[in-house]
């Protein structure tokens, strides 16, 4: 027993000596790949602490009616309600006035209730005028809209600095006067279309680079190699361009009067030009030539990497040509299968330019969405949301295909 003890605490010793004799080299690991770290925080993890933060973020009316949220307090959320919370509204909406500021939190209601921002610059611009009180006939004589509880209610709900507003409106939520949820009315339930519609693309686009990626990754492996690099060329060219160019090249072709029409009408395939531009099938396949090198290039380094042996070996052994294939030869590329088809299906989630380019109304993504909050009506917490969104499902997709598969065979090359 004693012997036994011995050798433990020799064995315990030798791991905190080989440890410690480790720590050098450790520490220089981490040195060298501190940059890297540190680019990563701030080009990638920084980003998304901030999508996610802008997501929920509602400072607007807990900055410019801070007394109004106050009063509203001790409000019974059924009526109108009294002289102290219309008083607190005039007094927030005065120094919203001078200051500026009345247009930003209407901006935020009007998210919620359509013409609230007209509504509050003229509520600000009549209590600047007003001297004293009483307020609230005032208030209830200029707008009836401040007759409605519902209006309170929502001005109330925003009093909290997190809302919940933008992430539930993407994907067609929103909040109750009672505060639970219900679904948005139909005209408004845009966005869940809009998400089906992207996923729907993506998948196209990884499933016809599959079916043209992997026929020429199986070549790549058998040709000569003169023959080889030249297509190895030809697969990599197009990443030596800008996707702008490449997309742009596709308007050419894919026009009325493009390259395309023209073949068919020469060779009398068709008896008048195909609408190609502006269309799904005009959508799908630009964004298929754009991303097939990213389907083909993680299976070819997996096939190169397969002895050709193996098939030869099989067919010796009786089994036939597609049989050796399918059941020696295909099985091995898996891993470059799955990390193909999940970059390319990534990577078209978010594509913006060739859509907007190519596709017509009905075949905008979601990005395409977020541009549009952003640039255009500056509501960057939708943007942000939608944004979520799309994290969330990517994320689900790649951990879906993780346990598919399982992560030992999730390979790059």
């Not at 247009?103 to 009549?126: C, T």
């Not at 707008?143 to 209610?153: F, L």
Request: hydrophobic share 50%.
């Amino acid at each position: 027993m004693t012997d036994i003890k011995a050798v433990d605490i020799d064995r315990i010793r030798t791991f905190v000596a080989v440890r410690r004799a480790a720590r050098p080299a450790r520490r220089a690991a981490f040195a060298l790949a501190l940059p890297l770290v540190a680019f990563l925080a701030l080009a990638f993890v920084a980003p998304i602490l901030y999508l996610l933060v802008t997501a929920v973020d509602n400072p607007e009316t807990q900055t410019v009616l801070p007394h109004t949220l106050e009063a509203l307090d001790s409000w019974d959320g059924k009526s109108t309600p009294d002289e102290l919370v219309f008083a607190a509204l005039a007094d927030d909406l005065k120094l919203a006035n001078s200051e500026r500021t009345a247009a930003l939190v209407g901006k935020r209601l009007n998210y919620e209730i359509s013409g609230m921002r007209s509504k509050m610059l003229s509520a600000a611009r009549m209590a600047a005028a007003l001297e004293a009180g009483p307020y609230r006939d005032k208030f209830l004589q200029d707008d009836p809209i401040w007759v409605d509880p519902n209006t309170w209610a929502v001005i109330k709900r925003n009093g909290a600095g997190l809302t919940p507003y933008y992430l539930l409106t993407a994907v067609d939520l929103k909040q109750s006067p009672g505060g639970g949820l219900e679904r948005v009315a139909p005209d408004q339930a845009v966005f869940l279309t809009i998400l089906g519609r992207t996923l729907l693309v993506a998948g196209m686009v990884t499933a016809f680079t599959l079916l043209l990626g992997y026929p020429v990754a199986y070549v790549l492996t058998i040709a000569p190699k003169a023959i080889a690099g030249i297509m190895m060329l030809m697969v990599l060219l197009p990443l030596w361009t800008s996707l702008l160019v490449r997309t742009t090249a596709w308007v050419v072709l894919l026009q009325s009067d493009g390259v395309i029409n023209s073949i068919l009408l020469t060779l009398h395939l068709t008896a008048e030009k195909v609408q190609l531009i502006f269309t799904r099938v005009g959508t799908v396949t630009a964004m298929t030539h754009i991303q097939l090198p990213f389907t083909i290039l993680p299976i070819y380094s997996v096939m190169r990497s397969i002895q050709p042996t193996q098939l030869r070996a099989a067919r010796s052994l009786g089994a036939g040509p597609t049989s050796a294939f399918w059941r020696i030869y295909a099985p091995q590329t898996v891993p470059g299968v799955v990390a193909g088809c999940l970059m390319t299906f990534i990577l078209s989630l978010g594509y913006y330019i060739t859509p907007a380019l190519v596709g017509g109304p009905q075949d905008q993504m979601v990005s395409n969405f977020i541009s549009t909050y952003i640039n255009r009506d500056l509501n960057w917490g939708l943007a942000a949301a939608l944004g979520v969104v799309l994290l969330i499902v990517t994320l689900a997709i790649y951990g879906l295909f993780l346990r598919l598969v399982g992560a030992d065979k999730f390979k790059l090359g």
